[in-house]
């Protein structure tokens, strides 16, 4: 069976206490802390900022899984490769030059994605395979917490893993990013998705401790 990863979505997190919010999920034992930042320009929003990102860095060994929603990339890796994470997605409709952006990533060691809206095709991955580390799967349209899976979400990640292992690719993971609910879950996994964000559906859902959210992400998977 494939270890599932689980990366929460930072920006469902208390805002206001995201110290302790680090070190609780440090003690549920996830796997990534999934950042997602925003410019108000490719998405309207701004839930996180890049001096929050670094103030958190020093609080945690966990790696940081960045999620670009921007018009600029590149200065938004530069920033981060300062910061210092270990992966960051960039959306294949943000840029005019995504070999180049790819590029940029890796050139600082740092492990690159390239993230699709879901209307956008697979094959914007066709001429840049070679660049990517693993692909992010939006199972809703980027920007906002609390949205619900888009109709085609559950086929996109079938097609993407078969389109990943018909072209000898069946190492790369695919993360998956919205609406990762508590009964999503399942049909997500066997759809193929290896790492899942988790936000305000099954983590941050008010109406349960973290850790017992937590153990029913974990039966579920
Ligand atoms: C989508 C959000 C994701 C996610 C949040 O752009 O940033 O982090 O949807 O989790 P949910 O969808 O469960 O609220
Ligand atoms: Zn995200």
Not at 13 to 38: C, K, N, P, S, Y
Request: charged share 20%; hydrophobic share 45%; glycine share 4%.
């Amino acid at each position: 069976s494939r270890t599932v990863r689980v990366a929460p979505s930072m920006m469902c997190a208390d805002q206001a206490h995201l110290a302790d919010e680090v070190r609780e999920l440090e003690m549920l034992g996830v796997d990534w802390l999934h950042m997602d930042i925003m410019d108000t320009h490719f998405v309207p929003n701004m839930p996180l900022g890049l001096t929050t990102v670094e103030h958190l860095r020093s609080l945690t060994r966990l790696p940081f899984d960045v999620h670009l929603m921007v018009e600029h990339n590149e200065l938004f890796i530069e920033r981060l490769a300062k910061i210092g994470v270990q992966s960051i997605s960039v959306h294949a409709e943000s840029t005019r030059h995504l070999d180049r952006v790819l590029s940029l990533i890796r050139a600082h060691g740092i492990q690159a994605g390239v993230a699709l809206n879901p209307a956008t095709p697979l094959s914007a991955l066709e001429y840049v395979r070679e660049l990517i580390d693993f692909v992010l799967i939006m199972t809703v349209n980027p920007g906002f917490a609390g949205q619900l899976l888009t109709a085609s979400a559950i086929r996109k990640i079938e097609d993407c893993r078969r389109w990943l292992d018909e072209r000898g690719l069946s190492q790369l993971p695919i993360q998956v990013d919205g609406n990762v609910s508590f009964t999503n879950i399942a049909r997500m996994v066997a759809a193929g998705a290896d790492i899942l964000v988790v936000g305000s559906s099954s983590l941050f859902a008010s109406e349960r401790p973290r850790l017992e959210n937590m153990r029913r992400i974990e039966q579920a998977i």
